[in-house]
């Protein structure tokens, strides 16, 4: 979205609300498991980890935003640096990236973060402004940049939701998502647009006419960035079938349903050609594994 526009809507859509914490709260909405970014941040061998490849990769997920982790012997510091002003979104932006990695933090550790000091760029709201600690434990103003101060024993805390293998096709995505970005963003502009459309199964022609092209010249442009609609829809498929199985106590019909499947038989069937067990053999094995490892 061009950022004028995208200021204009914001503006809007704080004034119709009359929410001034309205990026707060979109951030805090964001489920990590919805990008591979998120989904390598929370299957991360510990925070540290984590936290380490969302500094790497978090502009996959945040735009033209850069991240850096500064451990330090006894507390550990985030930093968050857009990289052009954002002008009168920047409250907004500052609240949704606040958000979001709050709802991360809180996904990797099981529980919330109140070890957490989150560290804003502006100064303290006068009349008593409360935006930040109505929804945030510890808060601080006047940093230069915004930040995330944390203990840094958190760092070495492991991630609830650890999976070595998960990790590994969550980052393999991210770097395939970043060559794709270097050579034009097209395959990652429709991985984008087949994620926000995967619910009703949209076949390449469909998709094709949405993004306002033909679905010659999609599938021309996609094997120019070495892959296939299909091999992209299996891709989204498969990491986001697992992670429901692991992370979710929906039943697996819904699951079927939010990839979709029109029919369970169907989903069953991908399933065991990915991974050689039913999805029900696959829930059962990971959830006795976290059993064991607790």
């Not at 998709?207 to 999609?218: E, F, P, R």
Request: net charge positive.
């Amino acid at each position: 979205m061009d950022l004028v526009v995208f200021r204009r809507f914001i503006a809007q859509a704080i004034q119709c609300s009359g929410e001034p914490a309205l990026g707060l709260l979109a951030g805090l909405m964001l489920q990590p498991y919805h990008s591979q970014v998120g989904i390598a941040a929370v299957t991360s061998r510990d925070v540290g980890h984590g936290l380490q490849f969302m500094s790497r990769h978090g502009r996959l997920l945040f735009g033209r935003v850069d991240f850096h982790l500064e451990a330090g012997p006894r507390w550990s510091i985030f930093k968050v640096r857009p990289t052009r002003p954002l002008h009168e979104v920047q409250d907004f932006v500052t609240q949704f990236i606040v958000g979001a990695h709050w709802r991360l933090l809180e996904a990797m550790l099981g529980r919330p973060a109140d070890e957490l000091v989150v560290c804003l760029p502006h100064a303290r709201p006068a009349g008593g402004d409360l935006t930040y600690q109505r929804y945030l434990r510890n808060v601080e103003f006047d940093h230069e940049h915004l930040a995330f101060a944390m203990p840094a024993e958190l760092l070495r805390v492991p991630c609830v939701s650890a999976n070595a293998k998960e990790f590994l096709d969550a980052a393999r995505a991210c770097q395939q998502t970043e060559a794709e970005l270097a050579q034009g963003q097209f395959a990652h502009r429709v991985r984008r647009a087949l994620v926000e459309r995967l619910t009703k199964d949209p076949g390449s022609r469909e998709l094709a006419s949405d993004l306002g092209i033909s679905v010659q010249t999609m599938a021309r442009r996609l094997a120019e960035s070495g892959t296939t609609y299909s091999d992209l829809k299996e891709q989204l498929r498969k990491s986001q079938a697992t992670w429901y199985l692991q992370n979710t106590d929906l039943p697996i019909e819904a699951i079927a349903s939010q990839l979709g499947y029109a029919e369970l038989t169907s989903f069953s069937r991908a399933f065991k050609r990915w991974h050689c067990v039913s999805p029900r053999a696959m829930r059962q094995s990971l959830r006795s594994g976290a059993e064991d490892a607790a």
